[in-house]
């Protein structure tokens, strides 16, 4: 499924991910990774769904580095579908029929 950002110049649903990201590797169970590399992670995937943003890579692209690093607790699978629900993201077939 390709999706389009509804604004482009809004970066709030990052934002959005990045804290969300930071509450699920900060909770319980904990591994054996210090905050720092926790933040280091979060921060890589949201540099992932940036890529995807700007059509560097796919959508499952992005879904399966979030499958590779995964944090307890946290779909990215839902999460994309909160964002469609929103209108920050919107389908391919929007797209081709505005």
Excluded at 5 to 12: I, K, M, R, V, Y
């Amino acid at each position: 499924m390709t999706l389009y950002l509804h604004n482009p110049a809004s970066e709030a649903h990052l934002e959005d991910l990045k804290d969300r990201l930071v509450l699920q590797l900060a909770g319980p169970p904990r591994d054996v990774r210090s905050d720092r590399e926790d933040l280091a992670l979060a921060d890589h995937l949201v540099e992932v769904v940036r890529a995807m943003d700007h059509g560097r890579i796919t959508t499952r692209e992005a879904l399966e580095t979030f499958t590779r690093h995964r944090v307890p607790g946290f779909s990215f699978g839902r999460w994309l579908v909160e964002m469609v629900d929103e209108g920050v993201y919107l389908d391919a077939v929007y797209d081709e029929a505005a």
